[in-house]
T-cell receptor
Protein backbone atom coordinates (compact mmCIF):
# COMPACT_ATOMS: atom_id res chain seq x y z
CA UNK A 1 0.00 0.00 0.00
CA UNK A 2 1.10 3.51 -0.71
CA UNK A 3 0.76 6.54 1.54
CA UNK A 4 2.27 9.95 2.05
CA UNK A 5 2.79 11.97 5.20
CA UNK A 6 3.50 15.67 5.07
CA UNK A 7 4.81 16.97 8.36
CA UNK A 8 3.55 20.44 9.13
CA UNK A 9 0.29 21.62 7.66
CA UNK A 10 1.52 25.22 7.84
CA UNK A 11 5.03 26.52 7.30
CA UNK A 12 6.06 30.16 7.52
CA UNK A 13 9.37 31.50 6.29
CA UNK A 14 10.80 34.95 5.77
CA UNK A 15 11.41 36.18 2.27
CA UNK A 16 14.89 35.08 1.24
CA UNK A 17 15.04 32.26 3.78
CA UNK A 18 15.35 28.56 3.11
CA UNK A 19 12.16 26.68 2.34
CA UNK A 20 11.93 23.10 3.60
CA UNK A 21 8.72 21.13 3.19
CA UNK A 22 8.78 17.60 4.50
CA UNK A 23 7.36 14.50 2.89
CA UNK A 24 7.69 10.89 3.94
CA UNK A 25 6.23 8.04 1.97
CA UNK A 26 5.34 4.43 2.33
CA UNK A 27 5.34 2.23 -0.72
CA UNK A 28 5.31 -1.47 -1.35
CA UNK A 29 6.83 -0.97 -4.78
CA UNK A 30 9.57 1.33 -6.10
CA UNK A 31 7.88 4.67 -5.82
CA UNK A 32 7.28 7.49 -8.20
CA UNK A 33 7.23 10.67 -6.14
CA UNK A 34 5.89 14.10 -6.99
CA UNK A 35 5.56 17.58 -5.63
CA UNK A 36 2.72 19.76 -6.84
CA UNK A 37 1.91 23.38 -6.04
CA UNK A 38 -1.60 24.79 -5.89
CA UNK A 39 -2.41 28.47 -5.89
CA UNK A 40 -5.83 29.62 -4.63
CA UNK A 41 -8.71 28.47 -6.78
CA UNK A 42 -6.41 26.77 -9.24
CA UNK A 43 -5.46 23.24 -10.16
CA UNK A 44 -2.20 21.52 -9.34
CA UNK A 45 1.00 22.41 -11.12
CA UNK A 46 3.79 19.86 -11.29
CA UNK A 47 6.92 21.14 -9.57
CA UNK A 48 9.09 18.08 -9.95
CA UNK A 49 9.04 14.31 -9.97
CA UNK A 50 11.28 11.40 -9.06
CA UNK A 51 11.09 8.37 -11.31
CA UNK A 52 14.13 6.30 -10.23
CA UNK A 53 16.76 8.33 -12.06
CA UNK A 54 18.89 10.86 -10.17
CA UNK A 55 18.05 11.08 -6.47
CA UNK A 56 18.36 14.87 -6.48
CA UNK A 57 15.61 16.23 -8.63
CA UNK A 58 15.48 19.81 -9.80
CA UNK A 59 12.15 21.37 -10.61
CA UNK A 60 10.65 24.62 -11.69
CA UNK A 61 10.87 27.94 -9.84
CA UNK A 62 14.14 26.98 -8.12
CA UNK A 63 12.71 24.06 -6.16
CA UNK A 64 14.45 20.75 -5.73
CA UNK A 65 13.88 17.55 -3.81
CA UNK A 66 16.07 14.68 -2.74
CA UNK A 67 14.93 11.08 -2.71
CA UNK A 68 16.33 9.27 0.32
CA UNK A 69 15.36 5.64 0.27
CA UNK A 70 16.85 4.88 3.70
CA UNK A 71 14.70 7.61 5.25
CA UNK A 72 11.71 7.08 2.93
CA UNK A 73 11.72 10.82 2.44
CA UNK A 74 11.31 13.23 -0.44
CA UNK A 75 11.64 16.67 1.12
CA UNK A 76 11.18 19.79 -1.01
CA UNK A 77 13.61 22.68 -0.67
CA UNK A 78 14.31 26.09 -2.12
CA UNK A 79 17.33 28.13 -1.04
CA UNK A 80 15.62 31.50 -1.00
CA UNK A 81 11.88 32.02 -0.59
CA UNK A 82 10.04 34.50 -2.75
CA UNK A 83 6.69 36.06 -2.05
CA UNK A 84 5.26 34.28 -5.08
CA UNK A 85 6.05 30.92 -3.47
CA UNK A 86 3.17 31.35 -1.03
CA UNK A 87 0.80 28.49 -1.92
CA UNK A 88 -0.34 25.01 -0.97
CA UNK A 89 2.13 22.21 -1.68
CA UNK A 90 1.20 18.57 -2.10
CA UNK A 91 3.49 15.57 -2.07
CA UNK A 92 2.23 12.47 -3.87
CA UNK A 93 3.33 8.92 -4.51
CA UNK A 94 2.24 6.95 -7.54
CA UNK A 95 2.17 3.25 -8.18
CA UNK A 96 1.34 3.92 -11.84
CA UNK A 97 -2.32 3.19 -11.22
CA UNK A 98 -3.26 6.10 -9.05
CA UNK A 99 -1.89 8.87 -6.92
CA UNK A 100 -1.81 9.00 -3.17
CA UNK A 101 -1.66 12.57 -1.92
CA UNK A 102 -0.42 13.97 1.31
CA UNK A 103 -2.64 16.35 3.23
CA UNK A 104 -0.76 19.38 1.94
CA UNK A 105 1.42 22.08 3.45
CA UNK A 106 0.45 25.71 3.28
CA UNK A 107 3.50 27.91 2.80
CA UNK A 108 3.40 31.51 3.98
CA UNK A 109 6.20 33.87 3.03
CA UNK A 110 6.70 36.81 5.36
CA UNK A 111 8.05 39.99 3.80
CA UNK B 1 3.34 20.45 -23.23
CA UNK B 2 0.91 18.31 -21.19
CA UNK B 3 -1.81 20.90 -20.78
CA UNK B 4 -5.19 20.01 -19.36
CA UNK B 5 -8.13 22.38 -19.49
CA UNK B 6 -11.44 22.37 -17.67
CA UNK B 7 -14.65 24.11 -18.51
CA UNK B 8 -16.34 25.89 -16.91
CA UNK B 9 -14.03 27.30 -14.26
CA UNK B 10 -16.99 28.50 -12.20
CA UNK B 11 -20.59 27.37 -12.16
CA UNK B 12 -23.50 28.35 -9.97
CA UNK B 13 -26.70 26.38 -10.28
CA UNK B 14 -30.00 25.81 -8.53
CA UNK B 15 -30.60 22.74 -6.44
CA UNK B 16 -32.00 19.89 -8.52
CA UNK B 17 -30.34 20.82 -11.78
CA UNK B 18 -27.55 18.92 -13.51
CA UNK B 19 -24.14 20.34 -14.26
CA UNK B 20 -21.61 19.08 -16.80
CA UNK B 21 -17.89 19.71 -16.41
CA UNK B 22 -15.51 19.08 -19.29
CA UNK B 23 -11.90 18.02 -19.01
CA UNK B 24 -9.70 18.15 -22.07
CA UNK B 25 -6.10 17.20 -22.74
CA UNK B 26 -4.96 19.83 -25.21
CA UNK B 27 -1.66 18.55 -26.52
CA UNK B 28 -1.59 14.85 -25.75
CA UNK B 29 -3.83 11.84 -25.84
CA UNK B 30 -5.08 10.86 -22.42
CA UNK B 31 -5.72 7.17 -22.08
CA UNK B 32 -6.78 7.66 -18.50
CA UNK B 33 -8.44 10.59 -16.78
CA UNK B 34 -9.11 11.07 -13.12
CA UNK B 35 -11.70 13.13 -11.29
CA UNK B 36 -10.99 14.55 -7.88
CA UNK B 37 -12.96 16.55 -5.39
CA UNK B 38 -11.32 18.99 -3.01
CA UNK B 39 -12.88 20.50 0.06
CA UNK B 40 -11.56 23.78 1.47
CA UNK B 41 -8.15 23.47 3.05
CA UNK B 42 -8.03 19.75 2.34
CA UNK B 43 -6.25 17.40 0.03
CA UNK B 44 -7.65 15.91 -3.14
CA UNK B 45 -10.07 13.03 -2.91
CA UNK B 46 -10.13 10.68 -5.88
CA UNK B 47 -13.68 10.17 -7.10
CA UNK B 48 -13.21 8.01 -10.15
CA UNK B 49 -10.86 6.82 -12.83
CA UNK B 50 -11.94 6.69 -16.44
CA UNK B 51 -10.33 4.99 -19.38
CA UNK B 52 -11.21 5.98 -22.90
CA UNK B 53 -14.04 3.89 -24.26
CA UNK B 54 -14.85 2.04 -21.07
CA UNK B 55 -16.86 2.58 -17.92
CA UNK B 56 -15.39 4.62 -15.13
CA UNK B 57 -14.18 3.00 -11.94
CA UNK B 58 -15.57 4.78 -8.91
CA UNK B 59 -13.98 4.97 -5.51
CA UNK B 60 -15.79 3.59 -2.53
CA UNK B 61 -18.49 5.92 -1.29
CA UNK B 62 -18.86 7.84 -4.55
CA UNK B 63 -22.33 7.58 -6.04
CA UNK B 64 -21.96 6.57 -9.67
CA UNK B 65 -25.53 7.58 -10.47
CA UNK B 66 -24.95 11.07 -9.13
CA UNK B 67 -21.54 11.63 -10.67
CA UNK B 68 -21.73 10.44 -14.25
CA UNK B 69 -18.43 10.18 -16.03
CA UNK B 70 -17.96 9.78 -19.74
CA UNK B 71 -14.60 9.39 -21.46
CA UNK B 72 -15.68 9.31 -25.07
CA UNK B 73 -12.40 10.24 -26.69
CA UNK B 74 -8.69 10.32 -25.95
CA UNK B 75 -8.87 14.05 -25.26
CA UNK B 76 -12.18 14.55 -23.50
CA UNK B 77 -13.79 13.35 -20.30
CA UNK B 78 -16.93 14.79 -18.77
CA UNK B 79 -18.28 14.75 -15.24
CA UNK B 80 -22.00 15.36 -14.86
CA UNK B 81 -23.31 16.11 -11.40
CA UNK B 82 -26.94 15.04 -11.60
CA UNK B 83 -29.67 16.60 -9.47
CA UNK B 84 -27.13 18.71 -7.68
CA UNK B 85 -27.64 19.67 -4.05
CA UNK B 86 -25.83 22.18 -1.86
CA UNK B 87 -23.66 19.42 -0.37
CA UNK B 88 -22.26 18.81 -3.86
CA UNK B 89 -20.73 22.29 -3.81
CA UNK B 90 -17.01 21.81 -4.07
CA UNK B 91 -13.90 22.25 -6.18
CA UNK B 92 -13.65 19.54 -8.82
CA UNK B 93 -10.31 18.85 -10.47
CA UNK B 94 -9.55 16.51 -13.31
CA UNK B 95 -6.22 15.08 -14.31
CA UNK B 96 -5.01 13.18 -17.32
CA UNK B 97 -2.36 10.59 -17.94
CA UNK B 98 -0.87 10.04 -21.36
CA UNK B 99 0.43 7.03 -23.14
CA UNK B 100 4.04 7.88 -22.40
CA UNK B 101 4.86 8.67 -18.79
CA UNK B 102 2.24 6.49 -17.15
CA UNK B 103 3.31 7.48 -13.67
CA UNK B 104 2.58 11.20 -14.13
CA UNK B 105 -0.75 12.97 -13.97
CA UNK B 106 -1.32 16.45 -15.34
CA UNK B 107 -4.00 18.46 -13.65
CA UNK B 108 -6.63 20.82 -14.95
CA UNK B 109 -7.26 24.21 -13.35
CA UNK B 110 -10.34 23.01 -11.51
CA UNK B 111 -14.04 23.87 -11.54
CA UNK B 112 -15.72 25.59 -8.62
CA UNK B 113 -19.32 24.39 -8.25
CA UNK B 114 -21.79 26.25 -6.06
CA UNK B 115 -25.26 24.79 -5.69
CA UNK B 116 -27.84 27.13 -4.26
Amino acid sequence: AQSVTQLGSHVSVSEGALVLLRCNYSSSVPPYLFWYVQYPNQGLQLLLKYTSAATLVKGINGFEAEFKKSETSFHLTKPSAHMSDAAEYFCAVSDRNQFYFGTGTSLTVIP
Amino acid sequence: GAVVSQHPSWVICKSGTSVKIECRSLDFQATTMFWYRQFPKQSLMLMATSNEGSKATYEQGVEKDKFLINHASLTLSTLTVTSAHPEDSSFYICSARGQGALETQYFGPGTRLLVL
